[in-house]
């Protein structure tokens, strides 16, 4: 290895000879005196070198400029000038790399760039101290989701992204030629959990891209993202909506433990007791009090999500039982009133992170909600045909894993959160 230690573990080796590598954050010559300050991903470390401390050799031989890659070997003594309170005083120095030209991103941030500059060029931004704790945040919560769901008794499973049908029945799909056949790009791997719900894996979940073909351009809309899914047998939306509130409590605790991640996002992260449930009907009329144009039957806005956090203050919320006309076409409708459904979102610092539904188990009201949406159940029959040998109720939910990472890290537009971010107009790097 080019390196033995990381530079948070060779802190804590004071009188210790270390070998740390990196990039140079910072580089002043003063001729005698030489002073570098050592980047990682786990933080910085100074390196001295002073005439007559160090071999005359090694001082002419340690030369850098801001993020020239580099190899360090020395010892680690206190210091109350080093910023760390720290220094490695080197016995040897090695350029593992140079930078041939101007950067377009200062990894220091003393010079701030657009967030187009910044994506263009993703692996210079990711050298920044925040947009390295946002990825490292949601390498944290996928873990967090995947291992309380283990714990819960659920299974991995990976469904296929090539399709011969559009998942959810709309139009806003990739389309691709797949050998001498049309297919598609999966909207959401909703189909393939059920069946597998279906086939008696009973509880089961899943981490996979979706791509989704709408021409939007919003700070809250990516045309790939990745969603963590569940769904569970002989389960309706309430019992769904409980397991969604143990795993999202459960991530945000993970998040609220990690405060030095939190402070490099400017972020905080408080954990709720219990997530706050109201009914569709309930909200509506409270926007209706509160003055908001909405009428019963028409879906939530941005600008809607963001007056219910104000006028509730509740940063985590479930709202349940939509009208069945505005959700997909396999949510169950209410056995009390159909043009309810059993459906369900968690909203989270005013805005939604999450979907769910008890699932339609019965193959005539399935067919029945296809040809109301103008669909035509024979180009779903691959799926449907699975309802025809003893589908049990079953209930599933999914969260996009960008959104909760950027309203955790504080962010403000949901790019931050994708290391390569595919929209409209981003098809590189």
């Avoid at 210091?79 to 220094?87: I, W």
């Avoid at 939509?322 to 909203?347: G, H, Q, V, W």
């Amino acid at each position: 290895m080019l390196r033995k230690q990381y530079i948070n573990e060779a802190k804590l080796m004071k009188g210790q000879e270390v070998e740390v590598a990196g990039w140079v954050h910072k580089f002043v010559d003063m001729g005698k005196l030489k002073f570098i300050i050592l980047r990682d991903r786990t933080g910085q470390i100074q390196i001295t070198a002073k005439k007559g401390i160090v071999p005359e050799e090694l001082l002419t031989r340690i030369k850098a400029n801001r993020e020239y890659v580099v190899r360090v070997k020395g010892k680690v003594t206190e210091s109350k000038m080093a910023p760390e309170g720290v220094e490695v005083i080197p016995s040897d120095y090695e350029i593992l790399n140079s930078v041939d030209d101007k950067l377009p991103v200062d990894p220091t941030d003393e010079v701030p760039a657009e967030l187009e500059t910044r994506l263009e060029y993703r692996y210079l931004d990711l050298r920044r101290k925040k947009v390295n704790a946002i990825f490292e945040m949601k390498s944290i919560l996928i873990n967090t989701f995947r291992s309380t769901l283990f714990g819960m008794g659920f299974t991995e499973i990976h469904p296929p992204s090539i399709i011969a049908a559009a998942s959810e029945g709309g139009t806003d799909v990739f389309e691709m030629k797949y050998f001498e056949n049309k297919a598609y790009l999966v909207q959401s791997p909703q189909l393939y959990k059920q069946m597998a719900v279906i086939g008696g894996l009973d509880k089961v979940f899943i981490t996979t891209p979706v791509f989704r073909a709408e021409k939007h351009n919003t700070t809250t809309h990516l045309n790939e993202v990745l969603q963590m899914d569940i769904e569970m047998g002989f389960a309706d939306h309430h019992d769904a909506m409980d397991v969604l509130e143990v795993v999202f409590l459960a991530m945000l605790r993970t998040a609220a433990s990690r405060k030095d991640l939190l402070s490099a996002c400017d972020s905080s992260v408080s954990v709720p007791q219990k997530v706050k449930r109201l009914t569709y009907t309930e909200v509506v009329e409270m926007l209706q009090k509160a003055g908001e144009k909405i009428e019963w039957g028409h879906d939530f806005t941005r600008e809607h999500e963001r007056k219910i956090f104000e006028l509730l203050k509740e940063e985590a919320l479930f709202i349940y039982e939509y009208p069945t006309a505005i959700r997909a076409f396999y949510s169950m409708p209410s056995e009390k009133d159909e043009k309810i459904c059993n459906a369900f979102d968690l909203m989270y610092r005013g805005l939604e992170i999450s979907s769910g539904a008890q699932r339609i188990h019965k193959i005539d009201i399935l067919e029945k909600q296809l040809k109301s949406r103008g669909l035509n159940p024979a180009d779903f029959e691959f799926y449907a045909k699975a309802f025809r040998f003893g589908a049990p109720p079953h209930a599933g939910w999914s969260i996009g894993l960008e959104r909760l990472a950027m309203k955790v890290c504080g962010q403000e537009n949901i790019r931050e959160a994708a290391l390569f971010p595919r929209d409209r107009t981003r098809l590189t790097p």
